[in-house]
């Protein structure tokens, strides 16, 4: 099936849309304007991987990935189940109770700590397992683009819509809608998504009549959602919809007992998708990882795990194989083994060493750029790797001065 976009920026064979073993990836085709997935480039030629709610930049143009209708719910493969720890037993007990009422539910938790994961184990042991589950990360859409993706449209609503699209509050009719990072929704949208609530209707945009939908809303956040509406950044009347009981998921470093089943699970995958034969792990270096306080929770074990499989030079994870490195610096130095404290709890450990945030650490890779490209937009977001768009963005975000425009170099607002 071949897709046309129809837009200058767009070559004539841009990308390529491979379906493999049931996973969707992009190919880039060479082309002149690049693509972009999540803000980070693919190499000409290369390829990336592409999940339900990824954000695609082809040329200038927006692609959304979604689910279609009546898909099967997703195996969540990057966060196994892994449950060996008292706490977390009871806390999929729990899940488990949940699952089966109809109750709409709020998982509170760091960034990385199983929110998907947890929101996948409520749809698949409900009475909606066979119905379909769709995602949508709030925080990775604009506001126009969240509520075309939410709740449709019709055609001739806006320019370039030339047919009708159902949103995925209608696709996700009968099942489960999965709503991460719902805190960064904004307040228009919130409204918006009120209404669907209180009346189980939903309008396209430029449609006339409502049609009804039945959904379960799971969401998901690493924000104090109370102090949001507070700060009258949440309303507070969709909070109390949407917070038919919350479930909090610690973090990694408050369930270490976990990191050893999740470690070797990672493992074997890691070393299944890179074709290597199936590898170990070293008891040095399972302390490394049992010491270690996992800013980044089990998403950070997981990508740790892939990139020291990928690099290891045999077929035994050692403390020296182990990748701690991320945002493209180089490896950093992995830190001290767990110490045990005289016949205490053997997960407690000493003090972790002081760590560079992630954005202190991008901080210093956009610098290092920006002084490599002597100041200049461009060049400095092809050596990051990413869009001078996304470079902009990331500037304000960090409190950079933006650099003064060089010659021939593109305004912000192209």
């Not at 930049?57 to 060996?84: C, D, H, T, W, Y």
């Not at 919130?190 to 009346?199: C, D, I, T």
């Not at 369930?255 to 008891?283: C, D, V, W």
């Not at 205490?344 to 610098?367: F, G, K």
Request: overall charge positive; hydrophobic content about 40%.
């Amino acid at each position: 099936m071949q897709v046309k976009i129809d837009h200058g920026s767009v070559s004539r064979r841009h990308v390529m849309l491979v379906i493999d073993e049931g996973m969707l990836r992009i190919d880039d085709l060479g082309s002149s304007n690049g693509t972009f997935v999540d803000g980070r480039r693919i190499e000409p030629r290369g390829s990336a991987a592409l999940r339900p709610g990824a954000l695609v930049e082809i040329g200038s143009a927006l692609v959304v990935v979604r689910e279609g209708r009546g898909s099967v719910p997703p195996q969540v493969k990057n966060a196994p189940l892994v449950v060996e720890d008292p706490e977390m037993a009871k806390l999929h007990e729990l899940v488990g109770v949940v699952a089966k009422s109809t109750l709409s539910v709020v998982l509170l938790g760091e960034t990385g700590a199983g929110k998907e994961v947890v929101a996948t184990r409520v749809h698949q042991l409900s009475a909606r397992a066979d119905k379909p589950f769709s995602k949508v990360n709030c925080a990775a859409l604009v506001e126009t683009l969240l509520e075309a993706e939410l709740f449709g449209y019709e055609k001739g609503a806006f320019t370039g819509a030339t047919q009708s699209k159902p949103g995925l509050l209608e696709s996700a009719h009968g099942g489960t809608l999965f709503l991460d990072e719902v805190g960064e929704m904004p307040l228009a949208t919130q409204a918006k998504l009120l209404r669907v609530l209180e009346s189980g209707e939903v309008m396209r945009v430029g449609a006339l009549k409502p049609r009804p939908i039945d959904v379960r809303f799971v969401s998901a956040t690493n924000r104090d959602l109370r102090d949001f509406v507070s700060s009258a950044k949440f309303r507070q009347d969709l909070f109390f919809r949407l917070d038919g009981i919350s479930i909090s998921i610690p973090p990694l470093r408050e369930r270490r007992a976990e990191i050893p089943g999740l470690a070797h699970t990672f493992l074997k995958g890691a070393a299944e998708a890179a074709g290597r034969r199936p590898m170990t792990i070293s008891n040095e270096a399972m302390s490394v990882l049992l010491g270690y306080p996992w800013p980044g929770n089990v998403r950070e074990l997981r990508n740790v795990l892939m990139r020291s499989t990928l690099l290891a030079k045999t077929d035994t994870l050692m403390p020296d194989d182990l990748r701690f490195e991320g945002l493209g610096l180089g490896t950093t130095t992995p830190p001290p083994p767990m110490t045990v404290l005289g016949g205490q709890n053997p997960y407690r450990t000493v003090p972790p060493p002081v760590l560079v945030s992630a954005d202190e650490a991008e901080r210093r890779r956009i610098a290092e750029a920006l002084e490599r490209s002597v100041g200049n937009q461009t060049r400095a977001a092809k050596l990051l790797g990413i869009s001078r768009r996304t470079l902009l963005k990331r500037l304000d975000s960090l409190g950079f001065p933006r650099p003064r425009k060089r010659d021939g170099e593109e305004s912000d607002e192209d």
